[in-house]
T-cell receptor, first 113, second 114 residues
């Protein structure tokens, strides 16, 4: 009964480095999302996907890329890390269609120095 | 555009006190409204939802009523416990696209002291 699993939980990057945050879900949900959470700012949508092979930009996509080759996996890539990308990242999947009932992973805390 | 505004935190209460966390929204159309809760070190979890005006969502002793006339969805609980200490997020569904993607408020931290 894993739900949504994110790795890694913590990571420190140097400016200009690249990395991928992994996200996988075992609930066969079509819709998946990546959010970032900054202190006092709530959650901002980075990218989302409505199914395998389909992705779209959210509110704050700059500096990130995603892919969705399978229903289960939705990795988020940071190509050239910048201090502004220091944040906590949450992956989520949605039960059903347009239900708004999201299941979140435990988050990945990223620090860029 | 659509937005959600929550009361500033932190909110500090004693155990068994009454809780209200205010949430107001701006939206076109008739979005669904949600409260999510984030316990320390965890991801967000859905607490309750309401899909149309005058609906009341409830769960674990928490309640919120969808008030279209005041564009509000305030969270209430009659008697809080220490275990309710968490960050609470109000959210609405963005109907502009073909997903239920959510717009979140900034979150309100609740601290309950024994």
């Amino acid at each position: 009964n894993a739900g949504v699993t994110q790795t890694p939980k913590f990571r420190i990057l140097k400016i200009g480095q690249s990395m991928t945050l992994q996200c996988t879900q075992d609930m066969n949900h079509n819709y998946m999302y990546w959010y970032r959470q900054d202190p006092g700012m709530g959650l901002k949508l980075i990218y989302y996907s409505v199914g395998a092979g389909i992705t779209d930009k959210g509110e704050v996509p700059n500096g990130y890329n995603v892919s969705r080759s399978t229903t289960e996996d939705f990795p988020l890539r940071l190509e050239l890390a910048a201090p502004s990308q220091t944040s906590v990242y949450f992956c989520a999947s949605e039960r059903g269609t347009n239900t708004g009932e999201l299941f979140f992973g435990e988050g990945s805390r990223l620090t860029v120095l | 555009g659509n937005s959600v505004t929550q009361m500033e935190g932190p909110v500090t209460l004693s155990e068994e006190a009454f809780l209200t966390i205010n949430c107001t929204y701006t939206a076109t159309g008739y979005p669904s409204l949600f409260w999510y809760v984030q316990y320390p070190g965890e991801g967000l979890q859905l607490l309750l939802k309401a899909t149309k005006a005058d609906d009341k969502g409830s769960n674990k002793g928490f309640e919120a009523t969808y008030r279209k006339e005041t564009t509000s969805f305030h969270l209430e609980k009659g008697s809080v416990q220490v275990s309710d200490s968490a960050v609470y997020f109000c959210a609405l569904s963005d109907l502009s696209g073909n997903t239920g993607k959510l717009i979140f408020g900034q979150g309100t931290t609740l601290q309950v002291k024994p």
